[in-house]
């Protein structure tokens, strides 16, 4: 069974500094090869509490979006994490340019460890074992960022992380069948380079995935109980749309 588990649903500043949500990133097992993706503070902790249990140590590899602490911060201990300590080589780490180049959030002693670091980039395809992913494109946050879309024989798994919405956003990541959006806005705040519902509904509405997950919420989704919304938005947009919640584990 293919599965995909939050380990964390914080996003922005204020629930992960208050861990009103955990901001353990996000676990992916498919066709027998398993990632995280963007391990934000707390990301070891609660793969090991984990129940059923993750093998976290067995990860083939790490998706880093952005440099960002609440994406980023536990990205050196997952490295350790997936070679034994430094011990053994292995692993893929994807992650943009200035986490690598400019003020590294990816550590200088620990570069050797995995089997490969590979710079993302707009437009560029790379592999975890026989897993493809493409990345659409740059999205709009203030540091280099981008997405992916996982392609499987029969589906095609999308991540949006953190951006402001912009109309190619919905170009790019057409042919999804799954849905994953970092939300964290309830509603639009200028200058804050984030999706809210709206956009998110937006986007959801004109891709027309099978299945929507929101994650990734800042204070004001928490304060408007997101959870209780959900049928109401996928009525809205016309798709099952799912509301992470920590520890959910969604299996295909
Ligand atoms: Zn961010």
């Known amino acids: 069974m293919n599965f995909i588990k939050f380990l964390g649903t914080a996003g922005a500043r204020f629930v992960m500094i208050s861990q009103l949500r955990y901001s353990g990133g996000i676990f992916f097992s498919i066709d027998g090869t398993s990632f995280i993706v963007d391990p934000g503070p707390g990301t070891l902790i609660r793969a090991i509490n984990s129940r059923p249990k993750l093998n976290i140590s067995k990860i083939d590899g790490i998706f880093l979006s952005h440099r960002h602490l609440d994406h980023s911060c536990e990205i050196n201990l997952m490295i350790e994490v997936m070679t034994e300590g430094g ?3 292995r692993g893929i780490v994807f992650a943009p340019s200035d986490c ?8 200088l002693y620990c570069r050797d460890f995995p089997e490969k670091i590979q710079v993302i980039e707009e ?3 790379f592999y975890i074992n026989n897993l493809r992913f493409e990345i659409p494109v740059k999205h709009r946050h203030g540091v280099e960022t981008y997405g992916f879309k996982l392609k499987m024989k029969n589906k095609t798994i999308s991540y949006i992380p953190d951006t ?7 170009d790019r990541y057409k042919g999804s069948q799954i849905l994953i ?6 509603e ?3 200058n804050i380079q984030h999706l809210c519902l709206l956009e998110a509904e937006q986007i ?4 027309k995935p099978e299945k929507a997950i929101l994650t990734h919420f800042g204070m004001s989704m928490l304060k408007n109980k997101i959870w209780e919304k959900k049928d109401e938005i996928s009525e809205r ?11 959910m584990n969604f299996e295909f």
């Open 100 to 107: 690598l180049f400019k003020d590294p959030v990816i550590l």
């Open 87 to 89: 011990f053994k080589k």
């Open 204 to 207: 959801i509405k004109n891709i």
């Open 164 to 170: 402001e919405f912009f109309p190619e956003l919905i």
């Open 181 to 186: 959006l970092n939300t964290v806005l309830y």
């Open 188 to 190: 639009k705040r200028e």
């Open 123 to 125: 437009e560029k395809i």
């Open 237 to 247: 947009v016309g798709t099952e749309v799912i509301i992470a919640n920590d520890g």
